[in-house]
């Protein structure tokens, strides 16, 4: 009896991740002081979740998507976020929560969306024999005629070419030709941006959600994991500017400065009868 208990006791958080024992640290098999100095952060990332060690072309390529997407300024509703309750007396670890909670469908959740649709695309293109331009053309009909009007990863209502996906799509082309990826999720990315731009009659690039959900895709990785590695990407700003805002000081410092009030639309005063 004492046995089948003492069985059930360590079967209830039963993990492939992580050994541990007095003075015996290990992930996948891996002892952490071989892992140190040895393994970035990218690749240990990696082997978390894939259970084995990236090729350094892997763990390049991956680091440089996660590091492309860090930060975008205080007009980021999780940047604003986590600079507010930095100003209601909270620790980091509070702020960045706060920020943290918001990464959701529509702030955080396009390379998700992103990855599905590359995914998607890329099934297709396989189960009808057919190329990439064909393959995104038959998507988009389909996206279009379902009441679509935003393909996520695609466009941004602040930069009209977004600086960080020329640069991120180059190096995904670099490792294509290293063998490091096969590049076909890249090729219909591509398509998709030359395609929307068609139908829609004017230029819509591709933003760093797609380019990083290309990134994603062509290292295998399933769709939901690209909302996570958004979290991590984007809790590099949100650490940063919450620090930065304890250090300016200020207190309840709201979105707007205090001597601008909203704009209150409901009725006008009234009286108590």
């Known amino acids: 009896m004492t046995d089948d208990v003492d069985k059930k006791v360590r079967d209830w958080w039963s993990t492939d991740i992580t050994e541990m024992a007095p003075g015996m640290l290990r992930y996948h098999g891996y002892a952490i002081e071989d892992l140190i100095g040895n393994v970035g952060f990218p690749g240990m990332v990696w082997l978390l979740l894939k259970g084995e060690l990236p090729t350094p072309g892997q763990e390049k390529l991956f680091g440089y998507a996660i590091s492309a997407g860090v930060d975008h300024g205080p007009q980021a ?13 909270v620790g980091l670890n ?13 702030h955080g959740g396009a390379g998700e969306q992103a990855v599905e649709i590359y995914q998607t695309i890329l099934a297709s293109q396989d189960a009808d024999g057919t190329d990439a331009e064909t393959a995104v053309s038959k ?16 466009g941004h209502r602040f930069h009209k070419v977004d600086p960080r996906t020329g640069r991120l799509m180059a190096l995904i082309e670099e490792a294509e030709k290293d063998g490091v990826v096969p590049g076909r999720v890249r090729t219909i990315a591509q398509a998709m941006e030359r395609q929307i731009s068609a139908r ?33 990407s984007r809790s590099v700003g949100i650490l940063a500017h919450a620090w930065e805002q ?28």
């Open 139 to 154: 998507f988009l009909d389909q996206f279009f005629a379902d009441g679509g009007k935003y393909i996520p990863g695609f």
């Open 77 to 89: 509703p999780s940047i604003a976020i986590a600079r507010m309750a930095a100003t209601c007396g």
């Open 200 to 232: 829609k009659n004017r230029e819509i690039n591709m933003n760093i959600d797609g380019a990083t959900a290309v990134v994603y895709a062509e290292l295998d990785f399933p769709a939901p994991l690209a909302r996570g590695f958004f979290c991590l």
């Open 94 to 106: 509070n702020a960045m929560a706060s920020a943290m909670n918001v990464l959701g469908d529509v």
């Open 246 to 273: 304890t250090q300016q000081g200020g207190r309840n410092k709201g979105p707007i400065p205090r001597d601008m009030i909203w704009t209150y639309t409901g009725k006008p005063h009234r009286t108590l009868d």
